[in-house]
């Protein structure tokens, strides 16, 4: 139990356009899903947390006009990296939890985004 | 001071050996403590997860918690090369609330 998905595995898109990825919970509902980004070598940097029916709550640092996140419902979120540029390049991996007392994270499979 | 700290890596050992993984946590308060394994290029797996004080054991693994030293640890019994990746230390204050992750330690098991 407690599946993620997260789609695309893996997006090249060129400079200055948008790229929408997916995050479904397939066997649950979460009310709360977490964006997480991820540069190589290094550790797992939180950008956002996506509340269902409201605004998202970003990071400091993450600017929320260029990922815009929607929780639309109790099984899926969207991120979109907006006006993409090369230094977006990153592994953009989403997760999700159960809501139940002490449960963990379920992390998608992650999306390697290149930007050209 | 990180919120979330792990001794740096990368950790060694041979196959079949014990490895030990340390993480220690600045928040006096938090409730809820999780090791996740990444291999390169991919997401991060749960392995375990602890709340209360003492050990924990799943197989070959065991967290420990020390809530009072503000420390837990995971160790590998039977190191195999397949358990060569980074292992992240995760911690949460309360329940709803987001992950704070450690850089991670890179362990190698070496046949």
């Known amino acids: 139990g407690a599946v993620v998905s997260q789609h695309p595995s893996w997006v090249i898109c060129k400079s200055g356009t948008s790229v929408k990825i997916e995050c479904r919970s397939l066997?649950?509902?979460?009310?709360?899903m977490f964006w997480y980004r991820q540069f190589p070598k290094q550790s797992l940097m939180l950008m956002a947390t996506?509340?269902?029916?409201?605004?998202?709550?970003?990071e400091q640092g993450v600017e929320k006009d260029k990922f815009l996140i929607n929780h639309a419902s109790l099984t899926l979120s969207t991120l979109t990296v907006t006006s993409a540029h090369p230094e977006d390049s990153s592994f953009y991996i989403c997760?999700?939890?159960?809501?139940?007392?002490?449960?963990?994270?379920?992390f998608g499979n992650g999306t390697r985004l290149t930007v050209t | 001071q990180k919120e979330v700290e792990q001794n740096s890596g990368p950790l060694s050992v041979p196959e079949g050996a014990i490895a030990s993984l340390n993480c220690t946590y600045s928040?006096?308060?938090?409730?809820?403590f999780f090791w996740y394994r990444q291999y390169s290029g991919k997401s991060p797996e749960l392995i375990m997860f602890?709340?209360?004080?003492g050990d924990k054991e799943d197989g070959r693994f065991t967290a420990q918690l020390n809530k009072a030293s503000q420390y837990v640890s995971l160790l590998i019994r039977d190191s195999q090369p397949s358990d060569s990746a980074t292992y992240l230390c995760?911690?949460?204050?309360?329940?709803?609330?987001?992950?704070?992750f450690g850089d991670g330690t890179t362990l190698t098991v070496k046949p």
């Open positions: 997760s999700a939890r159960v809501e139940a007392v002490n449960s963990p994270l379920h």
């Open positions: 066997d649950f509902q979460a009310t709360t």
């Open positions: 996506s509340n269902e029916g409201s605004k998202a709550t970003y």
């Open positions: 928040d006096r308060g938090s409730q809820s």
């Open positions: 602890i709340y209360s004080n």
């Open positions: 995760a911690v949460r204050l309360t329940n709803a609330g987001k992950s704070t």
